[in-house]
Every structure is written in structure tokens, then in C-alpha cells.
């Protein structure tokens, strides 16, 4: 081939690269628009991602960590309730709030330490739903009485409606952040009530915490001492976790997984 010839050859491989670009190119206004809408997807899906459904049940994954806390919060009760019913604590409670408060008192305790075990323990589902509404119930027909008679021996000198006003506040108060209302409320209505009462407990650790602080403020003398106060705050901490972490009312804690658990009628 002469010189002229390779001379009139079109070079095909100069035209190609400008080929890809126009194929290749996109407007500004449609990769700028494009980035917006990634990012404001990625956004919704966070905020649903921590968003915390209390309508559903936990999912019972960690059984362990469950189990730890279970045991921890059972351990803790035992503990708290001996230091404070025995010895000069528990003639300073007679004391001070009488001996009607202390036997309503110990039977709470008592009441609570059986919804550890229940929370625990496999048992036949229909033997284990009644079970938890009667322990779940007295629970709170204990602890409810006891809050009463606390206030009339405090505020004993108060005009009549003026104390009746100042107990029924305090009596819904105390209802409204106690996890055991809300878990009964889940089972009356056979739906989940775990989370709800995980979030009323943390109010209640909370205002705990306050009267530990006013405690620690009031000296060495006051009732009940800041270590049992520390140890109930822990107690409650540890409940609350469990609640956020396990379906209480669904399964106990020990259920056969190869079971599927102990359906109570709440969702799964």
C-alpha cells in the first residue's frame, strides 16, 4: 500500500472515544437530582430503622443476655428485701409507716418475685396465662394499698380533700409507670404490652433515681437507706432490659426454641 493511500484512510479509533462520551454523558440536573433522592431515602430508612414500634413484641433473640437479666433482677429483689425488712431497717419501716404497710409491702415483693419465676420457668400455656394475670394483679393490688396507707401516715394532718385529691394523683401516677399495669393491659387485650411497660418502667427507674438523689440529700438517717434505694434502681434497670429484650408474655425465658415457644395469642 503507497503513501498516499494510508494518507486518505480514515482513522476510525480518533472517533471512538468521543462516541462513549456523548453516550455516556448526563445532564447535571439529573445526577444532582439523582444524589437528592439517595440521600433522603437513605434518611427515611434510618428514622424507621430507630424508630421503636411498641405495638410488636421483642424479638427474643439474645436469650442469653435475657436469662442474665432475669437472674440478675431476681437476685437483686432477694437482696433488696432482706436488708430492708430485717435487722433496723425493718423496725424503722414499722415505725414509720406501720405494720400494715410492711405486710402489704412484703407481699409485693413476694408478687414480684414470682413474675421472675414465671418469666423464667416453662409451664403449659393454659396454665401459664392465668397464672401471670393473678401474680401481674396482685402485684399491683398490693402495691397500690401500700401507697395509700404510706400517704395517710405522712399526710395524716392535711384537710380531707386535700388528701384525697394528693392520693388519687399519686395513686394514678404510680399506676401509669408501673410495667405491670401495661403488661396486664397486653394480655386483656392478648396483644404485646412488653415495650409499653419497658417505657413506663424507665419512668419509674427515673423518679427512683430522684429519690435516691433526695436520700443521699437527707443524711445518713434516712428511710429507707441509700444502698437499698441503689439496689432497687438496678432491680428496675435490670426489669426494663428484660422487657425491651424478651417476650415475656409470649414464651419464658427457658422455653424450648425447637418449640417455637409458648404462644399466648400475642403477635409474632
Excluded at 476510525?12 to 447535571?28: C, F, I
Excluded at 428514622?47 to 405495638?55: E, N, R, T
Excluded at 401474680?135 to 405522712?154: D, K
Excluded at 392535711?158 to 403488661?183: D, Y
Amino acid at each position: 500500500m503507497s503513501n498516499l493511500d494510508n494518507e486518505n484512510l480514515i482513522p476510525q479509533e480518533a472517533e471512538t472515544p468521543q462516541d462513549d462520551d456523548l453516550l455516556n454523558w448526563t445532564p447535571p440536573e439529573l445526577t444532582q437530582r439523582a444524589l437528592y433522592t439517595a440521600q433522603k431515602d437513605a434518611g427515611n430508612y434510618r428514622g424507621k430503622k430507630k424508630k421503636v414500634d411498641l405495638s410488636k413484641p421483642p424479638a427474643g433473640k439474645h436469650r442469653t443476655l435475657s436469662l442474665a437479666l432475669l437472674l440478675s433482677g431476681a437476685a437483686l429483689l432477694v437482696l433488696g428485701t432482706i436488708l430492708a425488712a430485717t435487722g433496723a431497717n425493718g423496725q424503722q419501716a414499722v415505725l414509720e409507716k406501720g405494720r400494715l404497710w410492711y405486710a402489704l409491702w412484703m407481699s409485693g415483693q413476694a408478687s414480684t418475685l414470682c413474675i421472675f419465676l414465671l418469666f423464667l420457668l416453662p409451664l403449659d400455656r393454659d396454665m401459664r396465662r392465668p397464672a401471670l394475670f393473678t401474680v401481674l394483679g396482685a402485684g399491683l393490688a398490693f402495691f397500690v394499698p401500700a401507697t395509700i396507707v404510706t400517704m395517710l401516715r405522712q399526710d395524716g394532718d392535711m384537710q380531707a380533700g386535700a388528701l384525697a385529691t394528693g392520693i388519687i394523683f399519686i395513686v394514678l401516677v404510680s399506676l401509669a409507670c408501673s410495667p405491670s399495669l401495661w403488661l396486664l393491659l397486653g394480655m386483656a387485650r392478648r396483644r404485646s404490652g412488653e415495650k409499653a411497660a419497658a417505657v413506663a418502667g424507665c419512668v419509674m427507674v427515673f423518679l427512683n433515681l430522684m429519690g435516691l438523689f433526695g436520700t443521699l440529700s437527707g443524711g445518713a438517717n434516712a428511710s429507707p437507706p441509700a444502698y437499698v434505694l441503689a439496689l432497687e434502681i438496678l432491680q428496675g434497670g435490670c426489669y426494663v432490659a428484660l422487657l425491651f429484650n424478651w417476650p415475656v408474655l409470649e414464651r419464658p425465658v427457658l422455653s424450648n426454641p425447637q418449640e417455637g415457644g409458648m404462644n399466648d395469642g400475642q403477635p409474632e
